[in-house]
């Protein structure tokens, strides 16, 4: 029998998928698996990279952005349409990807699958269980709590894949005795820098008629309860465009803007606009864990320690006048480019790090076991070693693909 015990609060998710790209890749694995590990990964995502495509106000929002970036921009990495995971309706709207998706066949009523598979609710995983310290440990199962009556129980196992979040995963590793030295450190996520246009009404007709305008607010009027329209984007590329924009679509701004407000009620609407930075890894970035000082469940206490230093600063500093470049090519500020505080993306990564060589700076292996034990598995964004811009989830669910198989075949 499969189980899954959740061990923390619900996770935020905005469906966005986009693949990592150049450095932002793991060099461990070569760019054909690359290549088939993040198919494999959308696939199972529903990921689509056309959900608004047919927007006439996105397209012209991208042809813009082209007039300003292209020719600055290596073929393929030019403004596009960001690729999402989500189906879309015959009416125009688009059924977003949830935890229904991504179970898939576990979940569905009478699949065979489904009827080995098993979700405890309210179910702390309070420690991993091991039968020694050395290397080539073996873990034996998870001790839970039942939260409902407080009961321990042991579960045995044949493995364990930990997957709670970037700082909840390392947590119960700490709390069950396991700690390679490279535990909860590199830490990194990405500096953002956003604003708000309000879209040139000049600009907009070159590229879209009124007609389009009237076509993308009727489609939204269809599910008013989701805020997402056309979204466009940059992708990272290197040398010359070390960041990521993202360009979001909106009728009316997302904060209340004075009737006065010269650009209040504009006709043709605005655009949420943020880029995201590299945040390069270093040691000293991380999660301290506290055993003399509990938290509210019960487990050690973490301080974080995380810091930007000249060379994110450098980059932050590029990524700004970027977006007021794009601001100023697609309208008028509302609110100006501003850096979200640290931790803001809530793309937490590298804290179980993985790589190929067990030499202090890594957690896991290529295969995200965890070095020194042979059925111990990690997930998720704390796996990635690299510098990355973007949402991390693709990545993180391709790296878990190329785990569970090699998982597979050590069960089989």
């Not at 694995?29 to 996105?58: C, R």
């Not at 189906?87 to 699949?111: H, I, M, S, Y």
């Not at 269980?129 to 080539?136: F, H, S, V, Y």
Request: hydrophobic fraction near 40%.
């Amino acid at each position: 029998m499969s189980e899954l015990l959740r061990r923390n609060p619900p996770a935020h998710w905005t469906c966005a998928t986009p693949a990592p790209e150049f450095s932002e890749r793991v060099d461990f694995i070569e760019s054909d698996e690359w290549e088939e590990l993040l198919a494999n990964a959308e696939q199972l995502l529903h990921v689509q990279s056309a959900a608004f495509a047919d927007s006439g106000v996105g397209e012209a929002i991208r042809s813009l952005l082209a007039e300003e970036f292209a020719a600055e921009l290596p073929d393929g990495f030019g403004p596009g349409t960001l690729p999402v995971a989500g189906d879309q309706q015959p009416d125009g709207t688009v059924r977003w990807a949830g935890a229904d998706v991504v179970f898939g066949p576990l979940v569905e009523a009478g699949n065979p699958l489904a009827e080995r598979f098993e979700l405890r609710d309210l179910t702390l995983v309070r420690r991993v269980e091991r039968d020694g310290d050395g290397k080539g440990t073996r873990v034996t199962g998870v001790t839970v709590e039942d939260l409902r009556t407080r009961e321990p129980s042991f579960f045995a196992a044949d493995a364990v894949v930990v997957a709670a979040d970037a700082f909840r995963s390392p947590q119960l590793l700490w709390a069950s005795g396991i700690r390679p030295a490279a535990l909860g450190r590199y830490l990194t996520e990405h500096p953002v820098v956003i604003s708000t246009v309000a879209l040139d009404p000049e600009g907009m007709a070159r590229f879209a008629a009124d007609a389009d305008l009237k076509e993308e607010l009727a489609r939204r009027a269809l599910n008013p309860a989701d805020p997402v329209g056309a979204v466009n984007r940059i992708p990272f590329s290197e040398p010359d465009h070390p960041f990521s924009l993202q360009v979001m679509y909106a009728e009316n701004p997302p904060f209340p803007l004075d009737p006065a407000h010269p650009h209040a009620g504009n006709r043709w609407g605005y655009v949420n606009m943020g880029y995201g930075m590299r945040k390069h890894p270093r040691v000293e970035d991380g999660i301290t864990f506290h055993d003399d000082e509990l938290d509210y469940r019960g487990f050690p206490n973490m301080t974080v320690e995380y810091a930007l230093t000249d060379v994110e600063k450098a980059e932050i500093a590029e990524g700004e006048a970027h977006l007021r470049r794009a601001g100023e090519k697609l309208g008028t500020f509302i609110a100006e480019p501003r850096l979200l505080p640290n931790g803001s993306s809530l793309h937490y990564q590298g804290t179980m790090r993985a790589g190929s060589a067990d030499d202090g700076t890594t957690v896991a292996d290529p295969y995200s076991r965890v070095w020194g034990t042979d059925n111990l598995y990690v997930g998720g964004n704390g796996l990635i070693p690299t510098a990355t811009t973007m949402n991390p989830t693709l990545m993180s669910v391709a790296i878990a693909v190329r785990g569970a198989r090699k998982l597979a075949e050590e069960l089989a």
